[in-house]
């Protein structure tokens, strides 16, 4: 139930707004999107599928998971185990609270911007429905628009066992509505079989 509709729209709008900004492209069905606005359309597009009764607290965290993503880069920290951990610490932080500000600007109070900027940083995760509901879609939506890209990138013999242990960390993070919806997506057969590989 969305308490104010014109407020949730507006705060959908700007958090596009802020992403369609973002350089990096990606081509899909022969256009060219930003990569993280196309990303946030469809985490909304896949939560209303997976859970079309989810709070607003959701709806709004799933729209701007990845707000503005580009500007803090991967490659800005160590490419170790430490430096992921400091990036993917960072970015929830910055997440919040890039997001926190377009919500405080379209009259969100700070009881909701402070759920929101929870879930964004995954809290009580396997605890919290909400939580575990946005870990779902993030990563039903990677498995069905990403798998095949991540697939390629460890596509050598060395790394399979690699890419394997990723699904299979994926996998764990998901709840059992999870695991069925993503046995229900519409894989190409090769990438049918690289999950079932996972999953053996």
Request: net charge positive; charged share 30%.
């Amino acid at each position: 139930m969305i308490a104010n509709t014109t407020r949730f729209q507006q705060a959908l709008a700007k958090f596009d707004a802020a992403n369609a900004q973002d350089p990096n492209q990606e081509m899909f069905e022969g256009k060219s999107y930003p990569k993280e606005l196309i990303y946030a359309q469809r985490m909304t597009a896949m939560l209303n599928q997976f859970a079309p009764d989810a709070t607003e607290a959701v709806q709004l965290a799933s729209r701007c998971q990845h707000i503005c993503r580009w500007k803090s880069p991967r490659d800005a920290y160590p490419m170790d185990g430490v430096g992921y951990k400091k990036w993917r610490t960072d970015l929830y932080k910055f997440h919040g609270e890039t997001a926190g500000a377009i919500m405080r600007e379209v009259g969100y109070d700070d009881d909701m911007i402070s759920k929101v900027q929870a879930l964004l940083r995954k809290e009580k995760l396997k605890v919290n429905p909400d939580t575990q509901m946005l870990e779902d879609v993030v990563d039903l939506v990677f498995l069905q628009h990403y798998l095949a890209d991540f697939v390629s990138k460890y596509s050598s013999r060395y790394e399979e066992e690699k890419l394997l242990d990723i699904l299979r960390k994926t996998w764990r993070k998901m709840s059992e509505n999870g695991h069925a919806a993503a046995l229900k997506l519409n894989y190409t057969p090769a990438m049918l079989a690289v999950v079932k590989k996972a999953l053996a």
